[in-house]
């Protein structure tokens, strides 16, 4: 999405839905309560942000919002959990170290932007409106194990954007940028919209969800007959504060680019996520179905305080920070 087009939202009467706001960091470290639950440490280090309740193990049963005593979310009613893999700078001596995530909240320290989207953008007469997820869903989005293109092209929308200042928001990549960026690189995740009706959760956690039959929910392409209800369109960013890296006299001396995902993947096809729903009642719907762009009057909202007081101690005691000879879980950086 280019950034203009929110300027020209902004001057334009509007009936859709697009929340877009942000969430400080939770915890930095190895669990996966989705793909993993139960293993303490999990296989990769994450960054997770939203409710305090996260946990190795998170019974679909649970009641999110009434066992989370706070949310790093400024949608104060949101104590759903999002996270994603975290990107790691590669020395020319080999060794590892942790990149920052560009905090948008003042005093916050790392973070990610959320959208949840109701409708297509220009869609005013609001012909397909969506459906809130249920207490105890989740979803994943992505391949650890991609390396190629052709396996990033199997997911429509999960991309970088290789930063040229704070508005830049296009081109986007498959791939991890091979240029220094100087406002970072920005990793786009966007969640499937098209849910089957009855699973709040697939083994692969994503044969629940599909994308549009043709095109994208912003194109409003239809719900394919497997998958025949429209949900919220649900996108992550998060930007990796590169800037300390830029020297090129410290890139491989082959060209290639120096950032691996916290589980090796140096190429960026491996781009992927994790979505656990966790709004309060039917805030959400209720937001989804008011009229509003970014700043949605009825949504109940906190301030950078209360949000970046919100965090949780890592239970995986390890050094994830610092030069490390080997990625945390033992990882080493691939590049195919
Ligand atoms: C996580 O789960 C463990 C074991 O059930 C429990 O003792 C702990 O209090 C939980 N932590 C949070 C933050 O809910
Ligand atoms: C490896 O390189 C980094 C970046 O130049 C440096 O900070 C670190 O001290 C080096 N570590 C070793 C063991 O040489
Ligand atoms: C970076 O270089 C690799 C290898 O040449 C290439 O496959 C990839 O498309 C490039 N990425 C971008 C964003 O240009």
Request: hydrophobic share 35%; net charge neutral.
């Amino acid at each position: 999405m280019k950034w203009t087009t929110f300027l020209f939202l902004a001057l334009t009467p509007l009936t859709c839905a697009l929340l877009r706001f942000q969430c400080s960091q939770l915890v930095v470290q190895r669990l996966d309560p989705l793909v993993e639950p139960g293993l303490i440490p999990s296989s990769h280090v994450h960054q997770i942000v939203g409710g305090n309740s996260f946990n190795a193990t998170m019974d679909p049963k649970k009641d999110m919002p009434g066992e989370s005593t706070c949310t790093t979310c400024s949608m104060a009613e949101d104590f759903s959990n999002y996270w994603t893999a975290v990107l790691y700078f590669r020395a020319r001596n080999g060794t590892y170290k942790r990149v920052p995530q560009l905090s948008q909240i003042t005093g916050g320290v790392g973070g990610i932007t959320v959208y949840y989207m109701s409708d297509a953008l220009y869609d005013t007469a609001q012909k397909s409106k969506v459906t809130a997820f249920k207490p105890g869903f989740r979803m994943f989005i992505g391949d650890v194990t991609a390396k190629t293109k052709a396996d990033a092209e199997r997911f429509r929308q999960l991309t970088y954007t290789c930063m040229q200042n704070s508005g830049t928001r296009a081109p986007e990549s498959l791939s991890l940028p091979n240029t220094t960026c100087p406002y970072g690189i920005m990793a786009n995740v966007r969640f499937p919209t098209c849910w089957d009706g009855v699973n709040l959760d697939s083994p692969d956690h994503m044969a629940h969800m599909s994308y549009p039959s043709s095109g994208t929910f912003e194109s409003q392409g239809p719900c394919p007959a497997t998958h025949p209800v429209r949900m919220p369109q649900v996108l992550f960013e998060v930007v990796w504060d590169t800037s300390k890296f830029n020297n090129k006299a410290e890139w491989p001396t082959d060209g290639s680019q120096p950032f691996a995902w916290s589980f090796g993947d140096a190429t960026g096809y491996a781009n992927h996520a994790d979505y656990v729903f966790g709004w309060k009642g039917d805030a959400l719907q209720k937001l989804m179905d008011t009229p509003c762009v970014v700043n949605c009057p009825t949504a109940k909202t906190q301030g950078n305080a209360a949000m970046n007081k919100c965090t949780q101690k890592a239970v995986v005691d390890e050094n994830i920070d610092g030069w490390l000879p080997s990625l945390p879980g033992g990882h080493q950086a691939y590049y195919s």
